[in-house]
């Protein structure tokens, strides 16, 4: 489980046929310590939280496709 | 190589059409642009046609036959071209590439999309396969929310304010209004766009492009026969082309806010027209989003890196602009039907070059460019056209 830092974020309030119910939901681009980025969503967030690039979030998991999933701390 | 001139073309309106098949749109846009060569039907040799996803909004793979054999064409040799949003574009680009080389001597582009009749989640399935499926989509991405997540980088690397995004919805809306084929002829305001229903932040339903069915079409040949057609109008040569590529996840661009794609394939275009940026008179610019329209007319060459929303404020993109930019409305507001797009910019830089744009036609037309991208600017082409 490592951090990494949003480099950009939206919250999805229109969603794929898949998603549907589960809006709003944040999904972001965070990069890692490596430099490297990855698509991921923030699992923790819930309306009104506020989101900013720059921010550090943890690795928390990962969905069935093994992509990792982060939050906020 | 040859030189290759658009001696037709022809489209439907766009708009929501629940009682039009693919067929009928079809077969309204490709008589319209074989009328307007007015080559008879059995000089067309082959068939390209952009299309994205009818395989999955209408159940309807193999649609170069069908538009064959809906226009009556024969067996000539057909091929659909997908590449996302960029289908159209990249169509064009093939059924050019088969004329300059020789291969053929007329060619039928065309472009068409069925996409209103399903549900909106529906189609934000279909359009968010353009995107990686496992690393995206499967995520919970949508469209949208990939391009917002671009605009979010953007207004934080440039400093720029939300309000410009607003302003290019505003003036595509604008634009429209003086296209009767356009889909949406709706004023709005910046408060408006800016207060709109919540997409994916930090857009509204104003930054998106529409949901749109509707088709278009261009005939192509060699300028030489052009020529000898006695047009009782301006030829339209193609003096440049470009297509470039990029990766398909976002995750791994290596800027979100340069489209690498975009300045590769411009970079071809105009250096086969021997032109620069500047002698561009005006453009249809892939604007599926507000911000894709700033990236793209500063990836072109428009404007410099983190001017191009200031570029909309100043008014130097407006029709009685410096340099208009989506004259037609663009995706925004003439519509989006994916796979006919790119043909949808061809027509208007054609129309506008031949000088019959009425309304909305633009004083100074000679040299005019369409920009097409698929993904998030992972597929690009750019055509040159110019008035002889």
């Known amino acids: 489980m490592s951090d990494a830092i949003i480099y950009t974020y939206s919250v999805i309030d229109v969603p794929t046929a898949e998603f549907v119910g589960k809006t709003p939901y944040a999904v972001a681009l965070v990069e890692r310590e490596d430099g490297s980025r990855v698509l991921t969503r923030i699992l923790n967030y819930t309306t009104g939280t506020k989101l900013e690039i720059g921010m550090r979030v943890l690795e928390c998991g990962q969905d069935e496709k093994g992509n990792s999933l982060y939050s906020l701390p | ?388």
């Open chain 2, 1 to 388: 190589m040859r030189e290759v001139a658009v001696v037709g073309i022809g489209e439907t309106k766009f708009g929501s059409f629940p009682d039009r098949s693919l067929r009928d749109l079809v077969s309204e846009a490709g008589n319209k642009a074989i009328i307007d060569s007015g080559l008879p039907k059995e000089k067309i040799q082959a068939l390209y046609l952009g299309n994205f996803n009818s395989s999955y909004l209408c159940g309807q793979s193999h649609m170069g036959a069908l538009v064959s054999e809906e226009l009556n064409l024969g067996n000539i040799p057909t091929l659909r071209v997908e590449n996302a949003c960029a289908s159209g574009g990249l169509a064009f680009r093939m059924g050019m590439m088969m004329v300059a080389t020789g291969v053929y001597d007329y060619v039928l582009v065309g472009g068409v999309e069925k996409m209103t009749h399903r549900e909106t989640e529906v189609v934000t399935s279909a359009l968010a396969s353009a995107a990686d499926s496992e690393f995206e989509t499967a995520l919970g991405a949508t469209f949208p929310s990939l391009f917002a997540m671009i605009a979010n980088r953007y207004m934080y690397e440039y400093k720029s304010p939300r309000e410009h995004l607003a302003m290019v919805a505003v003036q595509n809306h604008d634009n429209a209004l003086l296209n009767p084929d356009a889909q949406m002829h709706k004023k709005i305001t910046v408060e408006k766009a800016l207060t709109g229903l919540p997409v994916a932040s930090p857009f509204t339903l104003y930054d998106c492009s529409l949901i749109t069915d509707g088709a278009v079409f261009v005939v192509i040949t060699t300028s030489e026969i052009a020529k000898s057609l006695n047009q009782k109008r301006p030829l339209v040569e193609v003096v440049g082309s470009g297509h470039a590529g990029d990766s398909i996840q976002l995750a791994l661009k290596k800027s979100l806010t340069t489209f690498s794609a975009t300045v590769d394939a411009a970079k071809q275009a105009y250096d086969m027209a021997k032109l620069r940026p500047e002698d561009i008179n005006f453009a249809e610019v892939h604007d599926c989003f507000t911000i894709t329209q700033i990236i793209n007319t500063e990836d072109l060459g428009f404007f410099e890196k983190g001017l191009g929303g200031k570029a909309v404020e100043q008014g130097l993109t407006s029709i009685e602009g410096k340099l208009p930019i989506n004259p037609s409305g663009g995706l925004k507001a003439k519509g989006h039907p994916i796979g006919a797009t790119g043909l949808s910019q061809i027509f208007e830089v054609t129309l506008q070059l031949r000088g019959e744009a009425g309304e909305r036609q633009l004083k100074n037309a000679e040299i005019g460019l369409a920009h097409n991208i698929g993904g998030t600017a992972a597929s690009c082409s750019v055509h040159i056209l110019r008035r002889r």
